[in-house]
């Protein structure tokens, strides 16, 4: 289906550009991870803030990347490589994560060699058109976190942080009713809690 949709030459690019992200993704990720350790003495959150400086992305958002590569072992980052860095930020701290990895990546075999959406991931291992409202909350504290962000200080954009992160595991299945054309089927996908780059 989504061949007919996509030009060949698009296709290639997009996945090209799929490819490049997942690398740069990661590699943000890992030089942070670094300038932290780097800097033990400093707040992370200033540390992030930092780094956002230069590479042109909100602090949470290179806290959520530094956060990505911590979680993956490098093998693991190797092994599932022909998927979105999407794909990693959504399976970030499941105990099942290796699982939706990989079931994303065989699915390639009946997809005709596409690996399986982010959406379609979400719906195989995260079904549940009751938490709707739940996905929205959070949808909304991020929001409100990112509208504050220029008039709280670091400590206090850090202890917000932390807290939105205890609701967020609490509610770790949050999802939202759309509609989606994937394979034709009527979806539910985990609610946007964070800005997604990479909307596979």
């Not at 959150?45 to 909100?58: E, H, N, Q, T």
């Not at 958002?61 to 959504?90: G, M, S």
Request: negative net charge; hydrophobic residues 35%; contains cysteine.
């Amino acid at each position: 289906m989504y061949k007919e949709l996509i030009p060949d030459e698009y296709q290639a690019e997009y996945i090209s550009i799929r490819e490049s992200t997942l690398e740069k993704s990661f590699r943000i990720g890992e030089m942070t991870a670094d300038c932290v350790e780097r800097n033990l003495e400093e707040k992370k959150a200033i540390v992030y803030r930092a780094a956002g400086s230069y590479v042109g992305l909100p602090s949470r958002t290179v806290r959520e990347y530094t956060d990505v590569f911590n979680f993956y072992p490098k093998e693991a980052q190797k092994r599932f490589e022909v998927l979105a860095f999407a794909h990693f930020r959504k399976a970030y701290n499941k105990d099942n994560w290796e699982e939706m990895l990989t079931w994303s990546v065989e699915q390639a075999d009946v997809l005709g060699g596409r690996p399986a959406t982010v959406d379609a991931m979400i719906k195989e291992f995260c079904y549940n058109e009751d938490e709707n409202i739940i996905a929205q909350l959070m949808k909304k504290l991020y929001e409100l976190l990112d509208r504050l962000s220029e008039e709280l200080t670091p400590e206090q954009i850090e202890q917000v942080q932390v807290k939105i992160n205890e609701i967020e595991d609490i509610v770790s299945c949050e999802l939202v009713e759309i509609t989606a054309h994937d394979e034709g089927d009527k979806m539910y996908v985990v609610g946007e809690k964070r800005n997604d780059e990479n909307n596979e």
